[in-house]
């Protein structure tokens, strides 16, 4: 068995997939790199297909028809072997020292006999033409050098969350808790993220920057113009969060507070991006968004609509919605995302 199976989804990926191919090269004989080619028209076949020439018992190149992003994770998960699993989206990379303390940690592991559900590090924002890099860290929310519960955690900062680029699952158990992303949808690392939440016991922190998650090109899922012709798409997502798990069922009470923080954030960026469109349908989309998640749960629509971001985004009038994105601007300037 490989100690960790990498994902790399490539859609016409030719301009930029060999650079994160090579950054995870480095892995050798522990890790296998799954190529997904998702129906790409470009070279991205033959680019594939050449390291699995050249590193048979590394590379896997999978071919199969366009799915979208979801649908070539879950052929990840479908066909990996490793006891670990991790996606690297093939615009990003990984840094190699960082790269090679993870796989010395789950190697640890591995030879104490000791399993871990999640492993968390840290990711950076490489945003094209800017020379500030924002770190998402979490050393002041999770303890380091130590196996942990969801007992030991702190509370999340109104910023901070975890996301695809931070964390690596283990395999078994995202084939067990049944994960099936939608086809043909953007956004699904949200789902991606939170839906297994509940079926992680223990985790480990490891505080090194691994992950470079880039900003910046123009067609990019996460370019703001992009995200606003895509708004159903993120508002299928987040509607989807809502019906994957039923919080009232959630135990534990950091955990629960945790993945309501998380349905928090992802709604109030449906509802920012809602009202960043300035057209009457998407704010009538916002309103029936609300109304949607008052039905499936009153209570969590009680605390994101009545939370301190849930009020920011739903202050009244043309004044209120100026106020929202330009609370959201200056969110944009000190976090570094798009």
């Given at each position: 068995m490989k100690l960790l199976s990498v994902v790399i989804p490539c859609y016409n990926s030719q301009a930029y997939m060999r650079n994160c191919i090579e950054s995870l090269l480095p892995?050798?004989?522990?890790?296998?790199?799954?190529?997904?080619?998702?129906?790409?028209?470009?070279?991205?076949?033959?680019?594939?297909?050449?390291?699995?020439?050249?590193?048979?018992?590394?590379?896997?190149?999978?071919?199969?028809?366009?799915?979208?992003?979801?649908?070539?994770?879950?052929?990840?998960?479908?066909?990996?072997?490793?006891?670990?699993?991790?996606?690297?989206?093939?615009?990003?990379?990984v840094d190699i020292r960082a790269y090679l303390k993870v796989l010395q940690t789950l190697r640890d592991f591995d030879e104490e006999t000791v399993s871990i559900d999640m492993l968390v590090s840290n990711f950076v924002y490489e945003k094209e033409g800017s020379k500030y890099k924002k770190v998402m860290k979490y050393d002041d929310v999770l303890p380091e050098d130590v196996v942990f519960t969801w007992d030991d955690i702190k509370e999340f900062g109104k910023s901070q969350y975890l996301m695809m680029h931070s964390i690596i699952y283990r395999t078994r158990l995202l084939k067990d808790c049944g994960l099936e992303l939608p086809k043909h949808t953007f956004y699904v690392d949200n789902l991606y993220v939170y839906q297994p939440l509940p079926f992680v016991k223990k985790m480990y922190y490891l505080n090194v920057d691994f992950y470079r998650y880039f900003?910046?090109?123009?067609?990019?899922?996460?370019?703001?113009?992009?995200?606003?012709r895509r708004i159903d798409q993120q508002i299928k997502v987040n509607k989807l969060m809502v019906e994957s798990v039923e919080l009232r069922s959630i135990q534990n009470i950091n955990l629960y507070d945790y993945m309501l923080h998380q349905l928090e954030i992802v709604t109030v960026i449906?509802?920012?991006?809602?009202?960043?469109?300035?057209?009457?349908?998407?704010?009538?989309?916002?309103?029936?968004?609300?109304?949607?998640?008052?039905?499936?749960?009153?209570?969590l629509y009680q605390n994101i609509r009545f939370g301190?971001?849930?009020?920011?985004?739903?202050?009244?009038?043309?004044?209120?919605?100026?106020?929202s994105v330009g609370a959201y601007k200056v969110s944009q300037k000190m976090i570094g995302f798009n």
């Open positions: 892995g050798r004989e522990d890790v296998e790199l799954l190529i997904v080619n998702d129906g790409s028209v470009d070279q991205t076949a033959e680019i594939a297909d050449d390291y699995a020439r050249r590193y048979p018992t590394i590379v896997r190149a999978i071919h199969q028809p366009n799915g979208g992003h979801g649908e070539a994770v879950n052929t990840g998960i479908r066909n990996a072997t490793g006891k670990y699993f991790k996606v690297v989206d093939s615009d990003d990379w900003i910046g090109r123009d067609d990019q899922s996460i370019n703001e113009s992009v995200m606003i449906s509802s920012i991006f809602l009202i960043r469109s300035g057209t009457r349908e998407n704010l009538k989309k916002k309103k029936e968004l609300m109304r949607y998640i008052k039905a499936k749960d009153p209570l301190f971001l849930g009020h920011l985004t739903n202050l009244p009038g043309w004044f209120g919605r100026r106020i």
